[in-house]
């Protein structure tokens, strides 16, 4: 059985701070050993199901985050910029299931610690083929597109929910329940991860019930921007069409170009987000 692991960072047991989010802000180097704990609670569970591999993708901001060095040594690790499909890097046809560990709710969703989509500040939503989506349900697409299921989603109750709600019955670990934003009722680092590891090997040991989460193509991504200098700037890709004041609009055959795209899109955005002062 091969395993496909994208692990994210706002859903990680024990952090609730955007500091703890970013190389160099408080928290940040123990974030990435909590980090690493949840994908090892992961990797331990899937080879108690039977997997033969798991390999992990570093999902979040740089993809430098997760520690090679603690990593269980039965899994291997993508990790780095550069990869075109980011968030679902290596995720090709031929693997059984695909986890998504450390994810965090939408954009909007007010109960969902650190909730975006994609970018923290400079997105407010993103829709896809007319219907609102978050990362996960992004991932699972491109999950579906290749012909893979997903088995299990953990992070907060309201990814917890949002993964419920488009994807049935699937596995959910939630870890934390957030208050606000930035607030969080936590459970320990130890019980967080050892229902992890449940998690995964009661979602691999049924992984009859799931099936792949399929669109139909064409698939049309949609965001709205909160700045219309970004909207502008990402109009002027090939493919993009400046869709009103902070909208844009791309369609396609191939759901990969979705991801690649929302990687350029998000280079360009920190350029004129920082240009135009929208950081402050
Ligand atoms: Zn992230």
Redesign the pocket.
Known sequence: MRVYLSV???GVTGLTDPEE?HHGGRGYDRGCEFMTGDANAVVRGAFAAGATQVLVND???STRNLRIDRLDTRATLIRGSGKPHRMAQGLVEGFDAAIFA?Y?ARAGVSHGV?N?TWMGKEIQNVWLNGEICG?TRLVAAYAGFVGVPVALVTGDEAVCAEARELLGDVETVAVKQGIDMFAAELLPIEVAQRRIEEGAARALNRLADFRPYVIEPPYTLEVEWNSTAIATACGIIPGTRHNGARRTEFTTADYREIMALFGIYAMIAGQVACGSGVYG
């Open positions: 994210d960072m706002e989010m999902a979040h901001g450390g965090h650190l975006h990362e």
